[in-house]
C-alpha cells in the first residue's frame, strides 16, 4: 500500500473519468481533483497528456517529478495496485480474468449507449438503441441474484457499468423504460449502483443539469 499524493485529473461528464473516481472512493483515497475544459485545453495538459484526453492521474514521486498515468483502466488497475481498502477484482486467478473480460464488455457498452444518447436522428437512434438493448440483454443472462455484477460483491465490473447505466436516470422514463423492459436482473441490477455511495458521490451535485446542457448542444434527439 502506497500513501502517495494522488491527482486526478478530470472532466464533470466524463464517464471514464467516474471509473477512477468510483475506485477511489471505494478505496477511501484523499485525493485532489482538477477538472478541465475539454473544449478549450489548456497547454499544460496538453503537455501532460499523450492522447489529450481524461482521466489523468498524478502520482506524486519522492523526487518530485510526478508520474502521470492515462487511460481509465490503467489507472483503476494501478490503484488496486496499490492502494488499500476493499480489493475490487477477485483473488481467484480464473475469476479474476472473467472480470477483466466483462470490463472489456462494459467499455463497448458504453460506445452503444453513447451513441445511442447523443443520436440526432431516428435511423441512427433506432439502430443504437437495439444494439445497446441487445448488450443488456447478454449481461441479464450472466447476472447473479445481485445486488451486484457478481453478487453481494461490489466489483470493478460495477465500477465501469455504473456510469453509463447512470445516464439512464436522466433521460425519458419512458424511453429508459422501453429499453430496459424484461430485463429485471439488469434492472435491479442499475438501481443497486445508483444508490452506491461511491458512484453517487463520483460526479457534482451538478451532473445531471449538465448532462442534459450537454444533450441540447449537441441537438440530440433525446433533449427534446
Not at 27 to 54: C, H, M, N, Q, Y
Not at 166 to 182: A, C, H, K, S
Amino acid at each position: 500500500m502506497t500513501t502517495t499524493k494522488l491527482t486526478l485529473i478530470s472532466h464533470p461528464l466524463c464517464p471514464f473519468v467516474q471509473r477512477a473516481a468510483i475506485v477511489l472512493l471505494e478505496k477511501g483515497v484523499a485525493l485532489e481533483r482538477i477538472d478541465v475544459d475539454l473544449a478549450d485545453k489548456p497547454d499544460w495538459f496538453l503537455a501532460l497528456s499523450p492522447t489529450g484526453k481524461v482521466p489523468l492521474l498524478k502520482v506524486e514521486q519522492a523526487d518530485d517529478r510526478d508520474a502521470i498515468l492515462f487511460e481509465s483502466m490503467v489507472i483503476c488497475e494501478y490503484l488496486e495496485e496499490t492502494q488499500g481498502g476493499r480489493k475490487l477484482y477477485s483473488e481467484d486467478a480464473l475469476s479474476r480474468a472473467r472480470q477483466r473480460a466483462w470490463v472489456e464488455y462494459g467499455t463497448a457498452t458504453l460506445a452503444e449507449s453513447w451513441q445511442f444518447l447523443n443520436a440526432k436522428d431516428y435511423t441512427t437512434a433506432d439502430a443504437k438503441r437495439a444494439a445497446f438493448r441487445g448488450r443488456l440483454e447478454r449481461l441479464e443472462e450472466v447476472l447473479e441474484q445481485g445486488p451486484y455484477f457478481a453478487g453481494s460483491t461490489f466489483s470493478m465490473v460495477d465500477a465501469v457499468f455504473a456510469p453509463l447505466l447512470r445516464y439512464f436516470d436522466l433521460i425519458d422514463p419512458t424511453v429508459t423504460q422501453m429499453i430496459f423492459q424484461g430485463l429485471p436482473r439488469v434492472t435491479r441490477w442499475r438501481e443497486a449502483l445508483a444508490l452506491r455511495e461511491s458512484v453517487v458521490a463520483a460526479v457534482g451535485r451538478d451532473y445531471g443539469h449538465r448532462f442534459k446542457q450537454h444533450l441540447v448542444e449537441h441537438q440530440a434527439l433525446l433533449a427534446e
